[in-house]
Protein backbone atom coordinates (compact mmCIF):
# COMPACT_ATOMS: atom_id res chain seq x y z
CA UNK A 1 0.00 0.00 0.00
CA UNK A 2 1.08 3.52 -0.81
CA UNK A 3 1.26 5.86 1.63
CA UNK A 4 -0.92 8.80 2.01
CA UNK A 5 1.24 11.89 2.03
CA UNK A 6 -0.35 15.41 1.83
CA UNK A 7 0.75 17.23 -1.37
CA UNK A 8 3.56 19.80 -0.09
CA UNK A 9 3.51 23.72 -0.85
CA UNK A 10 6.77 25.59 -0.19
CA UNK A 11 6.24 29.40 0.57
CA UNK A 12 10.16 31.36 0.53
CA UNK A 13 9.86 34.39 2.33
CA UNK A 14 12.30 35.97 -0.83
CA UNK A 15 12.88 39.27 0.87
CA UNK A 16 14.51 37.78 4.08
CA UNK A 17 16.53 34.63 2.26
CA UNK A 18 18.47 37.41 0.12
CA UNK A 19 18.94 39.52 2.43
CA UNK A 20 20.90 36.48 4.82
CA UNK A 21 22.66 35.73 1.88
CA UNK A 22 23.62 39.14 0.78
CA UNK A 23 25.54 39.71 4.08
CA UNK A 24 26.23 36.07 4.82
CA UNK A 25 28.32 35.84 1.78
CA UNK A 26 31.60 37.89 0.97
CA UNK A 27 31.00 40.96 -1.05
CA UNK A 28 33.84 40.61 -3.62
CA UNK A 29 31.77 37.88 -5.21
CA UNK A 30 31.07 39.17 -8.91
CA UNK A 31 30.99 38.96 -12.11
CA UNK A 32 33.46 39.91 -14.94
CA UNK A 33 31.38 43.07 -15.12
CA UNK A 34 31.62 43.96 -11.96
CA UNK A 35 27.86 43.27 -11.07
CA UNK A 36 27.48 41.56 -7.48
CA UNK A 37 26.16 38.62 -7.05
CA UNK A 38 26.73 37.14 -3.52
CA UNK A 39 23.03 37.50 -3.04
CA UNK A 40 22.08 36.07 -6.05
CA UNK A 41 24.52 32.65 -5.15
CA UNK A 42 23.38 32.23 -1.73
CA UNK A 43 19.69 32.56 -2.42
CA UNK A 44 19.84 30.35 -5.38
CA UNK A 45 21.79 27.89 -3.34
CA UNK A 46 19.03 27.34 -0.49
CA UNK A 47 16.61 27.46 -3.24
CA UNK A 48 18.02 24.16 -4.95
CA UNK A 49 18.60 22.73 -1.67
CA UNK A 50 14.93 23.22 -0.86
CA UNK A 51 14.19 21.90 -4.23
CA UNK A 52 16.18 18.74 -3.31
CA UNK A 53 15.39 17.99 0.47
CA UNK A 54 11.49 18.83 0.57
CA UNK A 55 10.85 17.70 -3.07
CA UNK A 56 7.59 19.96 -2.45
CA UNK A 57 5.17 19.75 -5.24
CA UNK A 58 3.91 23.50 -5.42
CA UNK A 59 6.42 26.69 -4.66
CA UNK A 60 6.24 30.31 -4.43
CA UNK A 61 8.18 33.10 -3.70
CA UNK A 62 7.00 36.46 -1.69
CA UNK A 63 8.58 39.56 -1.61
CA UNK A 64 7.75 42.93 -0.20
CA UNK A 65 7.18 45.57 -2.59
CA UNK A 66 8.55 48.88 -3.23
CA UNK A 67 6.96 51.71 -0.61
CA UNK A 68 5.48 51.76 2.75
CA UNK A 69 3.15 48.73 4.01
CA UNK A 70 -0.56 49.48 6.02
CA UNK A 71 1.41 49.32 8.96
CA UNK A 72 3.04 52.84 8.82
CA UNK A 73 -0.43 53.96 8.56
CA UNK A 74 -1.07 52.24 12.22
CA UNK A 75 2.63 52.84 13.81
CA UNK A 76 4.90 55.56 11.80
CA UNK A 77 7.73 54.40 13.44
CA UNK A 78 7.70 51.37 12.17
CA UNK A 79 10.85 50.10 10.75
CA UNK A 80 11.78 53.70 10.93
CA UNK A 81 15.31 52.89 12.01
CA UNK A 82 15.95 50.60 9.28
CA UNK A 83 18.83 51.69 6.41
CA UNK A 84 18.20 52.60 3.31
CA UNK A 85 19.02 49.06 1.23
CA UNK A 86 22.33 49.21 -0.37
CA UNK A 87 22.66 49.72 -4.13
CA UNK A 88 24.12 46.90 -4.31
CA UNK A 89 21.36 44.47 -2.68
CA UNK A 90 18.82 46.22 -4.32
CA UNK A 91 20.25 45.38 -8.11
CA UNK A 92 20.15 41.76 -7.00
CA UNK A 93 16.64 41.17 -5.93
CA UNK A 94 15.97 42.88 -9.22
CA UNK A 95 18.47 39.70 -10.87
CA UNK A 96 17.00 37.29 -8.46
CA UNK A 97 13.27 37.82 -9.57
CA UNK A 98 14.31 38.19 -13.07
CA UNK A 99 15.87 34.27 -12.48
CA UNK A 100 12.75 32.66 -10.49
CA UNK A 101 10.83 34.11 -13.31
CA UNK A 102 12.82 32.48 -15.62
CA UNK A 103 12.30 29.12 -13.71
CA UNK A 104 8.50 29.64 -14.19
CA UNK A 105 8.70 29.72 -9.64
CA UNK A 106 5.55 32.21 -9.19
CA UNK A 107 6.61 35.86 -7.22
CA UNK A 108 3.98 36.91 -5.23
CA UNK A 109 4.02 41.22 -4.86
CA UNK A 110 0.97 43.05 -3.05
CA UNK A 111 0.84 46.78 -2.70
CA UNK A 112 0.71 48.19 0.92
CA UNK A 113 0.93 44.37 2.02
CA UNK A 114 4.33 42.64 3.06
CA UNK A 115 5.64 39.86 1.94
CA UNK A 116 4.36 38.15 5.99
CA UNK A 117 1.17 38.93 4.86
CA UNK A 118 1.32 37.45 1.27
CA UNK A 119 2.88 34.06 2.98
CA UNK A 120 -0.08 33.83 5.89
CA UNK A 121 -2.40 34.45 3.57
CA UNK A 122 -0.66 31.37 1.52
CA UNK A 123 0.03 29.24 4.17
CA UNK A 124 -4.18 29.62 5.17
CA UNK A 125 -4.79 28.62 1.83
CA UNK A 126 -2.62 25.93 1.34
CA UNK A 127 -4.83 24.20 4.95
CA UNK A 128 -7.72 25.03 3.27
CA UNK A 129 -6.51 22.94 0.29
CA UNK A 130 -5.46 19.97 2.51
CA UNK A 131 -1.75 20.95 1.78
CA UNK A 132 1.53 20.65 4.11
CA UNK A 133 2.56 24.53 3.80
CA UNK A 134 6.28 24.77 4.52
CA UNK A 135 7.32 28.26 4.95
CA UNK A 136 10.82 29.33 4.88
CA UNK A 137 12.31 32.62 5.89
CA UNK A 138 14.49 34.25 8.28
CA UNK A 139 11.86 36.08 10.32
CA UNK A 140 10.52 34.36 13.41
CA UNK A 141 7.30 36.54 13.48
CA UNK A 142 6.33 33.86 11.05
CA UNK A 143 6.13 31.31 14.15
CA UNK A 144 2.97 32.35 15.05
CA UNK A 145 1.43 30.84 11.43
CA UNK A 146 2.22 27.34 13.09
CA UNK A 147 -0.68 24.52 12.95
CA UNK A 148 -1.26 21.17 12.11
CA UNK A 149 -0.64 22.12 8.55
CA UNK A 150 2.18 24.34 8.62
CA UNK A 151 6.00 24.30 9.59
CA UNK A 152 8.10 26.80 9.65
CA UNK A 153 12.14 26.40 8.39
CA UNK A 154 14.22 28.96 10.56
CA UNK A 155 17.54 29.81 8.98
CA UNK A 156 19.69 31.00 11.68
CA UNK A 157 23.15 31.18 10.64
CA UNK A 158 24.36 32.21 7.00
CA UNK A 159 22.93 30.15 4.67
CA UNK A 160 22.86 26.71 5.58
CA UNK A 161 21.52 26.26 9.34
CA UNK A 162 17.85 25.93 9.69
CA UNK A 163 15.72 25.06 12.55
CA UNK A 164 12.55 23.01 11.69
CA UNK A 165 10.00 24.41 13.58
CA UNK A 166 6.72 22.91 14.75
CA UNK A 167 4.45 22.92 17.91
CA UNK A 168 6.60 21.00 19.46
CA UNK A 169 9.38 22.80 18.75
CA UNK A 170 7.81 26.04 20.10
CA UNK A 171 6.90 24.44 23.25
CA UNK A 172 10.36 23.15 24.14
CA UNK A 173 12.33 26.28 23.28
CA UNK A 174 9.86 28.72 24.32
CA UNK A 175 7.07 27.05 26.74
CA UNK A 176 5.02 28.92 24.12
CA UNK A 177 1.76 27.80 21.70
CA UNK A 178 1.72 29.28 18.01
CA UNK A 179 -1.49 31.62 19.28
CA UNK A 180 0.28 33.14 22.09
CA UNK A 181 3.44 34.12 19.84
CA UNK A 182 1.52 37.75 18.62
CA UNK A 183 1.32 38.06 22.90
CA UNK A 184 4.96 37.60 23.00
CA UNK A 185 6.35 40.23 20.66
CA UNK A 186 3.80 42.52 21.59
CA UNK A 187 5.56 42.15 25.62
CA UNK A 188 8.69 41.96 25.30
CA UNK A 189 8.52 44.20 21.87
CA UNK A 190 10.38 43.79 18.52
CA UNK A 191 13.81 45.85 18.13
CA UNK A 192 14.09 44.84 14.39
CA UNK A 193 11.03 46.43 13.84
CA UNK A 194 11.30 49.26 16.32
CA UNK A 195 7.89 47.85 17.76
CA UNK A 196 8.52 49.29 21.11
CA UNK A 197 7.14 46.43 24.31
CA UNK A 198 6.40 46.81 28.29
CA UNK A 199 8.47 48.69 29.47
CA UNK A 200 11.17 46.28 32.02
CA UNK A 201 9.74 43.29 30.21
CA UNK A 202 11.90 40.90 27.81
CA UNK A 203 12.01 37.42 26.73
CA UNK A 204 12.08 35.61 30.76
CA UNK A 205 9.11 38.21 31.85
CA UNK A 206 6.82 38.02 28.71
CA UNK A 207 7.25 33.85 28.68
CA UNK A 208 6.46 34.12 32.68
CA UNK A 209 3.20 36.56 31.77
CA UNK A 210 1.92 34.07 29.12
CA UNK A 211 2.43 31.25 31.44
CA UNK A 212 0.41 32.15 34.37
CA UNK A 213 -1.70 34.16 32.70
Known amino acids: MFENRKEKFVIIDGNSLIHRAFYALPPTMQTVRGEHTNAVFGF ?3 LFKLL ?9 VAVDPPGPSFRQQIYADY ?7 PQELGEQMARTREILEAMRIQVFEVEGFEADDVIGTLASQAGAEQLEAIIVSGDADLL ?7 VVLLTRRGITQVDRCNRLYLQ ?3 GLTPGQWVDFKALKGDPSDNIPGIPGVGDKTARRLLADF
Not at 52 to 60: L, V
Not at 79 to 85: D, E, L, P, V
Not at 144 to 150: A, E, M, S
Request: glycine share 4%.
Open 79 to 85: KGHRQKT
Open 52 to 60: EEEQPDYIA
Open 144 to 150: QLIDDTV
Open 44 to 46: LRM
Open 172 to 174: ERF
